[in-house]
Nanobody, 121 residues
């Protein structure tokens, strides 16, 4: 199994930036895709971004394209989410997710505990 721990959340003004980090541990010798989801109060959890095992394929939700960038460092078993031009509607708990294999499924089996991102207007 893979254990995931997120960090980097916080409070930022609209237009600002944050970088989230997710560190994986456990059985990390096998290829695994990683990604980010978020859940705002009163809303369902939604997909934000995903990266294939190699990092060569990346997917983004339309709402974050051009503002967020996902990257990974397999030597450190870490995935990052660089968030720029943040908007109040980006406020949510952000969750890191992972699944063994090349690509991330719609409902990954492994999740972190989440990190709060709050964007003030």
């Amino acid at each position: 199994q893979v254990q995931l721990v997120e960090s980097g959340g916080g409070l930022v003004q609209a237009g600002g930036s944050l970088r989230l980090t997710c560190a994986a541990s456990g059985r990390t010798s096998s290829a695994y895709a990683m990604g980010w989801f978020r859940q705002a109060p009163g809303k369902e959890r939604e997909f934000v971004a995903a990266s294939s095992w190699s990092g060569g394929t990346k997917y983004y939700a339309d709402s974050v394209k051009g503002r967020f960038t996902i990257s990974r460092d397999n030597a450190k078993n870490t995935v990052y989410l660089q968030m720029n031009s943040l908007k109040p509607e980006d406020t949510a708990v952000y969750y890191c997710a992972a699944a063994y294999g090349i690509s991330l499924p719609t409902m990954p089996p492994y999740w972190g505990q989440g990190t709060q991102v709050t964007v003030s207007s």
